[in-house]
T-cell receptor
């Protein structure tokens, strides 16, 4: 199956700093990328959906100025957590889909564990 | 409002037994129902998926049963193995609409060796 990578896999930062997480589709072009966050022993919560070359669509309750998403190419999307605080500590997972239909499988990345001290 | 309800929250099954996880949905507009498997510290991976025009789909030891009138679907894992120990999420989405996948809360499955 298609491969989606995330970098870094783990990051620890101080409160108030910004952290950038990269999501890459390695062997296909991702028309759409999704960003999720997952707290321990909980389900995945969609944060935003991004299409290449356009602004991301954020879910209700997700601060767009805090979680900056850039989908600059068909193989790369980035999530920047600005002015991170301990409550932002979570497991961030991206997924990528080739094509515009939900029947096209979403391939998930391995996740990035963010710890804010 | 929880659109996809999943049960049980956790499940322990003996090796070789059948693991059954149930899900129910409310929105009749959903028309794609995937199941995901997630190991600790990893991203989820698609296990098997079904569309509402069929009542059952089988792939190896994994079977989805779908009851459209009851708005319920379930995952059956036959001959469960310790390597199947993971968290399983059912999900639903609307094709050609907002395309968002709505996840259930997950079931932590543990297979006893």
């Amino acid at each position: 199956g298609a491969v989606v990578s995330q970098h870094p896999s783990r990051v620890i930062c101080k409160s108030g700093t910004s952290v950038k997480i990269e999501c890459r589709s390695l062997d296909f072009q991702a028309t759409t990328m999704f960003w999720y966050r997952q707290f321990p022993k909980q389900s995945l919560m969609l944060m935003a959906t991004s299409n290449e070359g356009s602004k991301a669509t954020y879910e209700q309750g997700v601060e767009k100025d805090k979680f900056l998403i850039n989908h600059a190419s068909l193989t790369l999307s980035t999530l920047t957590v600005t002015s991170a605080h301990p409550e932002d500590s979570s497991f961030y997972i991206c997924s990528a889909r080739e094509g515009g239909s939900s029947y096209n499988e979403q391939f998930f990345g391995p996740g990035t564990r963010l710890t804010v001290l | 409002q929880q659109q996809v309800k999943q049960s049980p929250q956790s499940l322990i099954v003996q090796k070789g037994g059948i693991s059954i996880i149930n899900c129910a949905y409310e929105n009749t507009a959903f028309d794609y129902f995937p199941w995901y498997q997630q190991f600790p510290g990893k991203g989820p991976a698609l296990l098997i998926a079904i569309r509402p025009d069929v009542s059952e789909k089988k792939e190896g030891r994994f079977t989805i049963s779908f009851n459209k009138s009851a708005k319920q679907f379930s995952l059956h894992i036959m001959d469960s193995q310790p390597g199947d120990s993971a968290t399983y999420f059912c999900a639903a989405s609307r094709v050609n609409r907002d395309d968002k996948i709505i996840f259930g809360k997950g079931t932590r499955l543990h297979i006893l060796p």
